[in-house]
């Protein structure tokens, strides 16, 4: 049954993809000129893959997303291996001290965005086929949890480790929607606690970026630049902002403005109404996501919708507290706002996923209230 897409959706992405446009020119425009003698560099660049992203948004609108089932093992067996070998030196681009990109000449892609999506696919499949047999151990919990700790340790390797706490968070969701046992995402939950202390004993950078957080007095000045700039800059920002294009903090002195700190320069230049404003379509994004989930009366579309919709609002809400200073400093974007062809293209595509499962959902006839209650 094909009905209309979720325009309200479409048109939160459609005002997200512009504002993006809009925050990476202003933030990179000096830069660019510096660099490259182009203050539109990266504005062509972003320009070039929201066409290419929403060109891959309206073709997966077209198609039955229900056919993604067959290819789901095989996107997942394809992104595993492309996340070994980014992780190879002679093959896999350093950048900042990770290496998460391969290079093509002059495009780049990381893996790890589609790996996201192979991931989601595969697991989405997985626990609509098993339905209550979730509630096992051995034969429900725990292939799901090991295909995501596949994913999520080799993306964690490079390193990446916001990007692999934004998997796993996804998955535990989707494994308590499935009516997975508490106490099975407890145990699960607790077991990671010993890893976290060993990254914070083992890993300098780790454990400094956990202390800029904690107490800032026990961290290098350098650890803690970052942080302080992009607090500048919102604070600089006040209820208003400086103006679109006005702001300060861009000029050489918050590090790459127009990528995973761009929202400091939202707070800046349009104030905390502005970052407000984009938190707000956020949480709409977040309502119309599960409200796409809930009406869905298909398994796989009802934890794709899930899956997809908590993927981006869980990492808008990482980055968002990074640039504010309640998360630790790590390499994530802002979903349709930073800089960043692999995940605007990706983030758009997986868009076009719940947009389509939207239009394939009769209202109020959801896979959870088909089976007596919600998530």
Request: charged share 10%; net charge positive; proline share 5%.
């Given at each position: 049954?094909?009905?209309?897409?979720?325009?309200?959706?479409?048109?939160?992405?459609?005002?997200?993809?512009?504002?993006?446009?809009?925050?990476?020119?202003?933030?990179?425009?000096?830069?660019?000129?510096?660099?490259?003698?182009?203050?539109?560099?990266?504005?062509?660049?972003?320009?070039?893959?929201?066409?290419?992203?929403?060109?891959?948004?309206?073709?997966?609108?077209?198609?039955?997303?229900?056919?993604?089932?067959?290819?789901?093992?095989?996107?997942?067996?394809?992104?595993?291996?492309?996340?070994?070998i980014v992780l190879i030196p002679a093959v896999g681009?350093?950048?900042?001290?990770?290496?998460?990109?391969?290079?093509?000449?002059?495009?780049?892609?990381?893996?790890?965005?589609?790996?996201?999506?192979?991931?989601?696919?595969?697991?989405?499949?997985?626990?609509?086929?098993?339905?209550?047999?979730?509630?096992?151990?051995?034969?429900?919990?725990?292939?799901?949890?090991?295909?995501?700790?596949?994913?999520?340790?080799?993306?964690?390797?490079?390193?990446?480790?916001?990007?692999?706490?934004?998997?796993?968070?996804?998955?535990?969701?989707?494994?308590?929607?499935?009516?997975?046992?508490?106490?099975?995402?407890?145990?699960?939950?607790?077991?990671?606690?010993?890893?976290?202390?060993?990254?914070?004993?083992?890993?300098?950078?780790?454990?400094?970026?956990?202390?800029?957080?904690?107490?800032?007095?026990?961290?290098?000045?350098?650890?803690?630049?970052?942080?302080?700039?992009?607090?500048?800059?919102?604070?600089?920002?006040?209820?208003?902002?400086?103006?679109?294009?006005?702001?300060?903090?861009?000029?050489?002195?918050?590090?790459?403005?127009?990528?995973?700190?761009?929202?400091?320069?939202?707070?800046?230049?349009?104030?905390?109404?502005?970052?407000?404003?984009?938190?707000?379509?956020?949480?709409?994004?977040?309502?119309?996501?599960?409200?796409?989930?809930?009406?869905?009366?298909?398994?796989?579309?009802?934890?794709?919708?899930?899956?997809?919709?908590?993927?981006?609002?869980?990492?808008?809400?990482?980055?968002?507290?990074?640039?504010?200073?309640?998360?630790?400093?790590?390499?994530?974007?802002?979903?349709?706002?930073?800089?960043?062809?692999?995940?605007?293209?990706?983030?758009?595509?997986?868009?076009?996923?719940?947009?389509?499962?939207?239009?394939?959902?009769?209202?109020?006839?959801?896979?959870?209230?088909?089976?007596?209650?919600?998530?």
């Amino acid at each position: 049954m094909r009905g209309e897409y979720d325009k309200v959706l479409f048109t939160i992405t459609l005002i997200l993809v512009g504002l993006g446009i809009l925050m990476v020119y202003s933030a990179s425009a000096i830069r660019a000129q510096e660099q490259f003698g182009d203050p539109s560099f990266f504005l062509k660049r972003q320009v070039v893959w929201a066409v290419v992203g929403l060109t891959a948004l309206i073709w997966v609108l077209g198609q039955d997303y229900r056919q993604l089932q067959r290819w789901a093992p095989l996107l997942y067996v394809i992104s595993v291996l492309l996340l070994i070998i980014v992780l190879i030196p002679a093959v896999g681009t350093r950048v900042n001290g990770a290496r998460r990109w391969l290079r093509f000449s002059s495009l780049s892609f990381q893996p790890a965005e589609l790996a996201k999506f192979g991931l989601l696919l595969y697991i989405s499949r997985l626990l609509a086929r098993k339905g209550e047999r979730v509630r096992e151990f051995t034969d429900g919990f725990l292939p799901p949890l090991i295909l995501a700790m596949v994913v999520a340790l080799l993306i964690a390797l490079q390193p990446n480790y916001g990007t692999a706490l934004v998997i796993l968070t996804t998955v535990g969701v989707l494994l308590f929607a499935a009516r997975a046992k508490v106490s099975h995402l407890a145990l699960t939950g607790l077991g990671f606690l010993p890893l976290g202390g060993l990254l914070l004993l083992q890993v300098p950078h780790v454990r400094a970026r956990v202390l800029a957080m904690v107490d800032p007095s026990q961290v290098s000045p350098r650890f803690l630049y970052q942080l302080t700039q992009s607090q500048l800059a919102l604070g600089r920002g006040g209820s208003l902002g400086t103006g679109l294009g006005d702001g300060m903090q861009k000029l050489f002195y918050l590090p790459e403005p127009h990528t995973d700190f761009i929202f400091a320069i939202v707070g800046e230049e349009l104030g905390f109404a502005g970052a407000i404003g984009v938190l707000g379509l956020f949480a709409f994004f977040l309502w119309r996501g599960i409200r796409i989930a809930l009406h869905t009366s298909d398994p796989f579309g009802c934890y794709l919708a899930l899956g997809i919709t908590c993927l981006i609002v869980t990492q808008a809400v990482v980055n968002v507290g990074m640039v504010v200073g309640l998360l630790p400093t790590t390499g994530l974007p802002l979903p349709f706002l930073s800089f960043g062809g692999t995940s605007l293209v990706m983030t758009l595509f997986g868009v076009g996923i719940l947009l389509n499962i939207s239009r394939r959902s009769p209202a109020y006839s959801g896979y959870f209230r088909l089976r007596g209650g919600t998530p």
